[in-house]
């Protein structure tokens, strides 16, 4: 992969500060198509941020060529490249976004189960280890916050971190009846053979209310080869048991709801696997990589690119965390954060090797007949230069990192589906998107 370009980023203050460069020295031996690429990255509720930058894009009359992404980040690129609406594939996602946030239980206005009669044990469990009880503290006097404002929370972050907790409290009790509903439902006893095994369980979520939702929202004969899409779709899953990485490709192969399901199959959030085809049982991709961008090279190897990279998860942060629930937390950012640099790095190496090989290969073309060269040989090594120039021959132009901020960073943000929370964050993404294009 041939790389030139430069990097800039829309992120939280400090990062806006200075932009990450990577600018090659050397310059593209090819005139090649140049690409506008979206990856989104995965996140849950969090989703709700790559809406947002993805209506500024539409807005501002940029048309992708390839969108990518996993989890959410590949729910979120599956409606835009199917989108219904042709025309305005914003406001399908936005409308979408929207939906899930309606089917939000707010735990201030229903009657929360009170005994293990309503709820599992195991789910009590979970509850209590997400550091609910921790947060339920009651919060340190101004005089003590003024005493120990480095290690303790403000009434007001209090207040929010209370808000935050309760509507992941919401989503694990209650789910989304749009996206995803628990299996511990009475509804489920006739369906569930192993309603009364827990023990048995693999999962505690089922999603399948997401595909009747999606139905609404994506023409899934768009999403198949010459299928006149919007735009090209890949998304990334993980096989479960050979750990191997799956790329679903809409130019390749017809895109299904069992595709969009198993991009978002994370386990550890208690989703099940997905049968993709006879034998491929499928997770969530973000457990190899949030951020598939080789997938996106690896796809479309000779058009050059200029790709924008939602960050659900920053990079950097401006404070270290002040407790257990937020080293947790941070942790958590760092494995999901992107982790595509490495692969910026080695296409630049790569770039100054292939324009090396160019200039041998036109040096030995110009001179070929005082040279004396076996012409089986000089067959040979003329494939070789055309296989590599057809595989590498592209460069990433730019790469865009439109990050989330993190205000009040809290373990359990991406489960908060509260219309509050998902409009603010897709206005967030719209904002930081517009101010990043007038840069």
């Known amino acids: 992969m041939m790389t030139k370009g430069h990097t800039n980023t829309a992120s939280n203050k400090d990062n806006s500060k200075s932009n990450r460069s990577t600018v090659s020295s050397s310059s593209s031996a090819y005139n090649n198509k140049l690409e506008n690429v979206l990856i989104l ?43 219904k609406d042709e025309k305005h594939p914003e406001q399908m996602l936005e409308q979408f976004w929207l939906e899930l946030s309606q089917s939000f239980v707010d735990l201030d206005k229903v009657a929360l189960p009170t005994s293990s009669r309503s709820l599992p044990k195991f789910v009590e469990d979970m509850l209590v280890s997400s550091g609910y009880y921790f947060y339920n503290l009651p919060p340190y006097s101004s005089d003590q916050h003024r005493n120990n404002s480095h290690k303790t929370l403000s009434t007001k972050e209090h207040t929010i971190k209370m808000a935050q907790l309760k509507s992941f409290y919401s989503s694990a009790i209650f789910g989304n009846n749009k996206m995803f509903k628990p299996r511990w439902r009475e509804e489920s006893i006739l369906t569930d053979p192993d309603y009364f095994a827990p023990q048995k369980w693999t999962y505690m979520y089922d999603f399948s209310p997401l595909v009747k939702t999606l139905e609404r929202y994506i023409d899934y004969d768009k999403l198949k080869p ?61 457990l190899l990589s949030n951020t598939p961008l080789r997938e996106v090279i690896d796809a ?140």
């Open 300 to 439: 479309s190897p000779v058009n050059d690119k200029r790709i924008g990279i939602v960050e659900n998860y920053p990079k950097r942060v401006n404070a270290l965390p002040r407790n257990l629930p937020e080293v947790y937390h941070r942790a958590r950012d760092i494995i999901f954060s992107d982790k595509t640099e490495n692969n910026v790095t080695m296409s630049k190496v790569i770039t100054r090797y292939l324009e090396y090989i160019e200039e041998l290969y036109q040096l030995l073309e110009k001179n070929i007949e005082k040279i004396d060269v076996n012409p089986q040989q000089l067959k040979k090594i003329r494939r070789k230069y055309k296989k590599y120039k057809q595989e590498h021959g592209a460069e990433i132009k730019d790469i865009i990192y439109i990050t989330r901020d993190e205000l009040h960073p809290h373990m359990y943000e991406n489960a908060d589906f509260s219309p509050e929370t998902i409009e603010s964050s897709i206005k967030e993404g719209e904002v930081k998107t517009n101010e990043l294009l007038k840069r």
């Open 41 to 83: 990255q995965g996140g849950g509720s969090l989703g709700a941020f790559g809406c947002g930058v993805f209506k500024a894009l539409a807005n501002n009359n940029i048309k992708l060529d390839i969108v990518a992404g996993t989890s959410i980040g590949g729910i979120n690129a599956a409606i835009i490249a199917g989108s």
């Open 226 to 286: 010459n299928g006149n899409p919007n735009t090209r779709l890949i998304l990334t899953a993980v096989n479960v048991l050979t750990a191997e990485p799956l790329t679903f490709d809409s130019f390749k192969q017809q895109i299904t709801s069992k595709h969009i399901l198993a991009t978002s199959a994370y386990p550890l959030y208690n989703f099940p696997w997905v049968e993709v085809e006879d034998g491929v049982f499928a997770w969530d991709g973000g």
